[in-house]
T-cell receptor
Framework: EPEVTQTPSHQVTQMGQEVILRCVPISNHLYFYWYRQILGQKVEFLVSFYNNEISEKSEIFDDQFSVERPDGSNFTLKIRSTKLEDSAMYFC?????????????FGPGTRLTVL | GENVEQHPSTLSVQEGDSAVIKCTYSDSASNYFPWYKQELGKRPQLIIDIRSNVGEKKDQRIAVTLNKTAKHFSLHITETQPEDSAVYFCAPHTGRRALTFGSGTRLQVQP
């Protein structure tokens, strides 16, 4: 069964450094998402992406964040200058279509630790 | 935006008992109601969902019931097993692309 994959599984970085988190969505999916989960808290939406542009973003997704689909398979999240509070698990997800009934499949996550 | 609340935040049951988790939401436009299960250190996984034109849906030991008038839906797990221990999240959906997750319910099934 196809799955969403993410790399790396764990990223440790110094405050102020840039990080890029990578995701490979399921191949026939058209909608891509990033969520984050601070340890012990709920999953929070960051951004959704369709047709090579952002379709929706939350207030968390400020100017420090950007997303890109650099080729036909990868979907990346860049954090330009990391802060301590960016430490979290970052989940990528993808779905065939938008809206109700289109299950979002989650990747295994990247644990980001900012020191 | 959508305001989602889950109750209880933690739930401990004996193996074989039933567990019920309730999710309330604020957006009357919500029309899709999934439940996700997240085991420790793992990804959220969809376990059951229901659409707004249906009041109840069952899949083996799990079921979801929906009350659109009262704006809440519930997850029911019968004959609980230790492997049901996890955090459960509701994520009512308005048809917008993002999921709004509840705060989660930590279920502990005691053998």
């Amino acid at each position: 069964e196809p799955e969403v994959t993410q790399t790396p599984s764990h990223q440790v970085t110094q405050m102020g450094q840039e990080v890029i988190l990578r995701c490979v969505p399921i191949s026939n999916h058209l909608y891509f998402y990033w969520y984050r989960q601070i340890l012990g808290q709920k999953v929070e939406f960051l951004v959704s992406f369709y047709n090579n542009e952002i379709s929706e973003k939350s207030e968390i997704f400020d100017d420090q964040f950007s997303v890109e689909r650099p080729d036909g398979s990868n979907f990346t999240l860049k954090i330009r200058s990391t802060k301590l509070e960016d430490s979290a698990m970052y989940f990528c997800a993808s779905s065939v279509g938008p809206g109700r009934g289109n299950e979002q499949f989650f990747g295994p996550g990247t644990r980001l630790t900012v020191l | 935006g959508e305001n989602v609340e889950q109750h209880p935040s933690t739930l401990s049951v004996q193996e074989g008992d039933s567990a019920v988790i309730k999710c309330t939401y604020s957006d009357s436009a919500s029309n899709y109601f999934p439940w996700y299960k997240q085991e420790l250190g793992k990804r959220p996984q969809l376990i059951i969902d229901i659409r707004s034109n249906v009041g109840e849906k069952k899949d083996q030991r799990i079921a979801v019931t929906l009350n659109k008038t009262a704006k809440h839906f519930s997850l029911h797990i019968t004959e609980t097993q230790p492997e049901d221990s996890a955090v459960y999240f509701c994520a009512p959906h308005t048809g917008r692309r993002a999921l709004t997750f509840g705060s989660g319910t930590r279920l502990q099934v005691q053998p």
